[in-house]
């Protein structure tokens, strides 16, 4: 899987300055474009203009859970019928470290292109939110935050194994939100998730929406947007300021 070939993300530049990047991370068989419309909702009220979305694609991969069919996925899925111990077993250790390098790299550069590693966050959807957890809470760099939607922690039973020294990112906020009528990924997995990670002692917020399913909602998309706003406050241009004085 080292070898994958990778579309570029599709990028949304911020509307002003830019000084904060967000990474959001579709679900299994969708692209990047699948999140475009929910950056517009998330931009509309102009609290998030100096921040640059990427929204990664993931490479077509064969999927087990698929018939073996390829399809977009950042790592293969085995079983997909609604319960917690399906996703936990057998998971693709693999494919699961090598979609993690790929995200540890897109924060990197933009770390190197100038944007502090505490003005970026990243999250995702379903398969998208599993690695924006992992690759979030694995990262080398202190976050600013951290989006998880309808998903669950990956490899959970070696999680702590697996996790840096020192932990960058246990203080760090994280967003989880999840549907009590998920036929895929199980809402009793998305507790599973913030029960752990609240044992380990990790900072998470956990929005619930009755009667929603494998989807987001118009709420949710509200929330995120407040928790993006609150993470990343716009900066204020000094030198617009002492030009005023």
């Not at 502090?116 to 966050?121: L, S, T």
Request: proline share 6%; charged share 25%.
């Amino acid at each position: 899987m080292a070898s994958l070939a990778r579309r570029p993300p599709l990028l949304v530049p911020a509307v002003a300055r830019h000084t904060a990047t967000v990474i959001f991370i579709h679900g299994l068989g969708d692209t990047g474009h699948g999140w475009a419309s929910a950056v517009e909702q998330w931009r509309r009220r102009q609290r998030l203009d100096e921040v640059k979305f990427i929204l990664p694609h993931a490479p077509s991969i064969p999927i087990t859970a698929n018939w073996g069919m390829k399809m977009p996925g950042w790592y293969d899925i085995f079983a997909i019928d609604g319960s917690a111990e399906a996703l936990r077993r057998n998971e693709d250790e693999a494919g699961i470290l090598t979609s993690q390098a790929y995200f540890h790299d897109l924060i990197q550069k933009e770390i190197d292109s100038g944007i502090p590693a505490d003005r970026i966050v990243i999250g995702g959807f379903s398969q998208g939110g599993a690695m924006g957890l992992f690759s979030g809470l694995t990262a080398k760099s202190k976050l600013a935050g951290i989006v998880a939607l309808s998903s669950y922690l990956l490899l959970s039973l070696k999680f702590a194994e697996l996790v840096p020294k020192p932990e960058f990112n246990k203080e760090t906020p994280i967003f989880m939100a999840h549907g009590d009528a998920d036929p895929v990924v199980n809402y009793k997995l998305g507790m599973m998730t913030r029960d752990l990670l609240k044992e380990m002692g990790y900072n998470v917020k956990f929005e619930t929406y009755p009667g929603m399913g494998h989807s987001a909602c118009l709420e949710e998309l509200d929330q995120i947007e407040d928790f993006l706003s609150e993470r990343l406050p716009k900066v204020a241009d000094k030198s617009e300021q002492k030009s005023e004085l």
